[in-house]
């Protein structure tokens, strides 16, 4: 089994609140993750299951162990209950254990019925941390979901198409997505097409025959479904015109790959939107490492009118880093030079361009890295 970096964390809140949620979009580990805490599980998607927790609840709340109930949005009915056993013995944590397949009903139960009495933590799919890291290019190209290739190649492709077409005719209708799955799995395409690029509502409704409000509503529910990322603008008051459309991106690049028929890496490294497949995979493994280690923080792109771009826009609070994203070996010194340019109108303290190259030249401010040096930073921030 492997270890997920995000488990010290979950064991963290669990100290501290009396309830924990695990979210995440489906298959990408959250059962495996909880059932490492406790063995008393409840599958709300069964039945049977909701049957038993029925059943059992009185002995339940009253128990000392930790409960685990899978699937929690469900049994929209187990958040009232939940509320009343915690209150009833506010002092005691870690009683409760969540997972959700961050639906829409799910998030609304939890804000309503257990504000202040719940943690929410976040797991994504396999991480490079969580790999070996000469598998880079094996989960750039597959995604790190656990059963869609990084673990097992040959199940990359076949998984994925199987898994979208799963999420488009059960999953993202249930959470209440009124498109027809012909049409959710269209939109995702098209979104493949757009990775990485400025949001255009207008423009893409135009294409597929909708209007930019309908569009714009699709797309909240596949970044409630942990999907699609917005990378939403950088605003700072300097005399220049800003962008203020967001930038979207695949957040796992396995399912990017897969709806736009690649197969392998040399296929890949072909394609004329090799760079930005890179730039969103940099995105997500920052993101990653971020959350897994529960650093603070806020991402974001800037680009102002006359060209000047940042890629990654890190916000931690007391500080502000910029990341150019490159995908090649051997990084070029004027695309530093012009990277910390830009990052003098924005204010930010550190600077770092991110590539393929194998040899990180950093100080203080910032440098030329790989991406595996960089999160290994990261690290260090803790």
């Known amino acids: 089994m492997l270890n997920r970096t995000i488990h010290s964390i979950v064991a963290q809140r669990l100290r501290e609140y009396p309830a924990v949620a695990i979210l995440g979009p489906r298959q990408c580990g959250k059962t495996t993750l909880a059932k490492t805490f406790a063995s008393r599980y409840f599958d709300l998607e069964q039945e049977a299951d909701q049957l038993r927790l029925d059943i059992e609840w009185e002995s339940i709340a009253q128990s000392s162990e930790l409960i685990i109930l899978d699937e929690a949005q469900e049994a929209p009915e187990v958040f ?61 190209l597959t995604g790190g979901y656990p059963d869609g290739g990084i673990l097992k190649p040959s199940a990359f492709g076949n998984w994925q198409r199987n898994y979208l077409e799963l999420l488009a005719q059960r999953d993202l209708p249930r959470w209440g997505l009124p498109a027809r799955p012909m049409v959710t799995l269209r939109l995702m395409k098209m979104l493949a097409a757009l990775h990485g690029n400025l949001w255009n509502a207008s423009q893409l409704a ?118 150019e994203i490159k995908l090649t070996t051997n990084p070029s010194s004027n695309d530093y030079n012009r990277l910390c340019k830009t990052s003098d109108l924005i204010g930010a303290s550190k600077r770092f361009l991110i590539s393929k190259a194998s040899k990180p030249s950093l100080s203080k401010q910032g440098g030329m890295c790989a991406l595996k040096d960089f999160l290994e930073l990261l690290r260090e921030r803790r």
């Open 80 to 140: 009232a209950r939940l509320r009343g056993a915690i209150d009833e013995d506010r002092k005691r944590n870690g009683r409760f254990l969540l997972s959700g397949s961050v639906s829409p009903s799910l998030t609304k139960q939890v804000s309503e019925s257990l504000a202040g009495r719940i943690a929410l933590v976040e797991l994504s799919p396999l991480a490079l941390s969580e790999i070996d890291s000469r598998h880079e290019n094996r989960l750039w």
């Open 206 to 323: 135009s294409s597929m025959g909708l209007d930019a409000k309908t569009i714009n509503s699709y797309l909240d529910f596949l970044e409630g479904a942990y999907l699609i990322r917005r990378l939403p603008p950088y605003y700072t008051n300097i005399k220049k015109r800003l962008v203020k459309s967001p930038k979207t991106y695949w957040r796992d690049t396995g399912l990017l790959h897969a709806l736009l028929n690649i197969s392998t890496i040399e296929q890949l490294q072909n394609q004329p939107w090799v760079g930005t497949s890179w730039e969103g995979f940099v995105i997500e493994q920052i993101e990653r490492e971020l959350n897994a280690r529960g650093i603070a923080h806020t991402l974001y792109h800037f680009r102002t009118s006359d060209q000047y771009e940042i890629d990654l826009v890190i916000d931690f609070g007391a500080e502000l880093w910029s990341l």
